[in-house]
């Protein structure tokens, strides 16, 4: 089989194209002949040896794929040859091992993927909308309240707004470019505010009569944190996603207002985090509640300009590499 090998930390530049052995499932896992597999941000902290998690030297990246089940190993129940599935990682880990034409998975870690949802999607499902999902269940948002999905155009930024609108709430998304406000607006936003404006705060704002959201999902917190400070309404919970640096804030902007701040990283989530997780994702995927957006797909051995675009401002939803 074909797969991307990291044989030394750093840039996109020292992934290679190489050929490995077809892995074999043991006991209580699977064999899954991907067709695509996602590339997330921390795909390229990780390379860089900067990411909390550091593999075993060579390594595949990526943690996000979608393919059949072409083998399954003694002990496993509930996954058959010839079912379509997206993954959760691999067996080797929750974060990486996904850049690779065959994977060998955990029977915990695939999941059903609906006929209606395209492989390409199904790569797109699992870091972005588990993320999603598990942000919107720690803010716990009510009926009638107002969320603002900050960076709303990337893949994690579309799942909640699609997630947020069809729970009944208001929602509001930024983006940083002009495709990026349409798409996110063609996903369900009721509102949609450019960042790049030097009065964005006023106007969300003034979209809440100057209550401010009660909901705020931060993907950039050291550009927005003390900004999401200042307007976030009174009791109102910001979940930082998505950080990049270190920011100075006012603490006495969340003590006035009694505000939450929580942070969130899949691979601190619990096993029952994890299940309640994927099956609200199958449930809405089954009922097209979520719908993946793929923004662009590369062939499997492009995946160094996939890391390189991953990290250029203005996503417009997921990056895909195509494995076959």
């Known amino acids: 089989m074909k797969a991307i090998l990291a044989h030394a930390f750093g840039g996109p530049d020292v992934l290679r194209y190489d050929d490995l052995d077809d892995p074999?499932?043991?006991?209580?896992?699977?064999?899954?002949r991907l067709h695509a597999a996602g590339v997330n941000p921390f795909d390229t902290y990780m390379l860089a040896g900067t990411y909390a998690i550091k593999p075993p030297l060579p390594y595949s990246p990526g943690a996000d794929g979608a393919?059949?089940?072409e083998a399954v190993g003694a002990g496993v129940a509930t996954v058959?040859?010839?079912d379509r599935v997206y993954t959760g990682g691999t067996a080797d880990s929750l974060?990486?091992?996904a850049y690779r034409q065959l994977v060998i998975c955990t029977e915990a870690q695939v999941h059903a993927l609906p006929e209606r949802v395209s492989f390409a999607e199904g790569a797109a499902v699992n870091v972005p909308c588990l993320t999603a999902h598990v942000a919107l269940e720690?803010?716990?948002p009510q009926s009638g309240e107002v969320v603002l999905v900050h960076g709303a155009s990337g893949s994690v930024g579309l799942g909640a707004v699609q997630m947020a609108r069809a729970a009944g709430l208001t929602v509001i998304g930024t983006a940083g470019s002009d495709d990026g406000l349409a798409l996110?607006?063609?996903?369900?936003?009721?509102?949609?505010?450019?960042h790049r404006d030097p009065q964005h705060v006023e106007r969300i704002q003034g979209l809440t009569n100057g209550r401010g959201p009660?909901?705020?999902?931060?993907m950039l917190a050291n550009v927005n944190l003390d900004h999401d400070l200042t307007m976030i309404a009174p009791r109102g919970r910001v979940v930082v996603i998505g950080n990049r640096g270190?920011?100075?804030?006012?603490?006495?902007?969340?003590?006035?207002?009694?505000a939450v701040v929580t942070g969130l990283a899949l691979w601190g989530l619990t096993n029952d985090e994890v299940t309640r997780g994927h099956q609200a994702l199958g449930e809405a995927l089954a009922s097209g509640a979520l719908r993946p957006v793929v923004g662009t797909e590369l062939p499997l051995a492009e995946a160094a300009e996939a890391h390189r675009r991953v990290m250029t401002p203005g996503a417009k939803g997921k990056i895909v590499l195509l494995t076959h």
Not at 24 to 32: H, I, K, L, S
Not at 184 to 194: Q, R
């Open 24 to 32: 074999t499932p043991g006991p209580g896992q699977v064999r899954v």
């Open 67 to 69: 393919g059949v089940v």
């Open 80 to 82: 058959r040859v010839g």
């Open 95 to 97: 974060a990486f091992g």
């Open 138 to 140: 720690r803010a716990q």
């Open 184 to 194: 996110v607006a063609a996903e369900g936003a009721h509102h949609v505010v450019d």
């Open 214 to 218: 009660d909901v705020i999902l931060e």
């Open 246 to 258: 270190r920011i100075e804030i006012d603490p006495r902007k969340i003590m006035g207002k009694h």
